[in-house]
């Protein structure tokens, strides 16, 4: 089946920092989501991107499927973007594959 | 106005005991999800759904048997539950897809059970 690896899997940030978020993947996708799940566990939409360029607020992402791999950009980090990310593709018939996620700490 | 909601939202049962999680999904969506998120933060897909039709069964115990009465829900009734069921259960939902068509999903708050 298809691999996802995500890096950094962990990553500690000043307030005010920027950070970049990769995600590679294996084999070409239909779909690429990108969720950020809380400290209470809950996951968020962030972007759903299966190629080109998304912005919303201090995020925004970037997908370039003919090389197999999505950034997910943060800029002027805040204590509020802390937990951890996800990148999950799909292939066909909506089966999301997850990565391993990248654990953030935003520090005050 | 919740879009996808489960319970409940905390489970904690003893070993043997049979138990149910509720999902619901006020979206219109036509396809619905079970994932499981275990104790690494690892995130899988148990069962889809599509207007209550069995797409995606993966490789799930047979303990494990999802039910939809209606296209805006989806249980998930666990028999006999083991301490490895421990875990977070995500409901998602989307609208359907196929081969080479998708759309974004959306998740639920999640159910983490606990078996002791």
């Known amino acids: 089946g298809i691999q996802v690896e995500q890096s950094p899997p962990d990553l500690i940030l000043q307030e005010g920092a920027n950070s970049t978020l990769r995600c590679n993947f294996s084999?070409?996708?239909?779909?690429l989501q990108w969720f950020h799940q809380n400290p209470w566990g809950q996951l968020i939409n962030l972007f759903y991107?299966?190629?080109g360029t998304k912005q919303n607020g201090r995020l925004s992402a970037t997908t370039v499927a003919t090389e197999r791999y999505s950034l997910l950009y943060i800029s002027s980090s805040q204590t509020t973007d802390s937990g951890v990310y996800f990148c999950a593709v799909e292939q066909g018939f909506q089966k999301l594959v997850f990565g391993t996620g990248t654990r953030l700490l935003v520090s005050p | 106005d919740t879009a996808v909601s489960q319970t409940p939202k905390y489970l904690v049962t003893q070993m043997g005991n049979d138990k149910s999680i509720k999902c619901e999904q006020n979206?219109?969506?036509?396809?619905m999800y079970w994932y499981k998120q275990d104790s690494k933060k690892f995130l899988k897909i148990m069962f889809s759904?599509?207007?209550?039709?069995?797409?995606i069964n993966e490789t799930v115990p047979n303990r494990f048997s999802p039910k939809s009465p209606d296209k805006a829900h989806l249980n998930l009734h666990i028999n006999s539950l083991e301490l490895g069921d421990s875990a977070v259960y995500f409901c998602?939902?989307?609208?359907?897809?196929?081969?080479?068509?998708?759309?974004?999903?959306?998740f639920g708050p999640g159910t983490r059970l606990t078996v002791t």
């Open positions: 084999d070409s996708v239909n779909n």
């Open positions: 979206l219109g969506h036509d396809t």
């Open positions: 991107i299966p190629s």
């Open positions: 998602a939902s989307s609208q359907a897809g196929g081969p080479r068509t998708s759309y974004e999903q959306y």
């Open positions: 759904y599509n207007n209550k039709e069995l797409i």
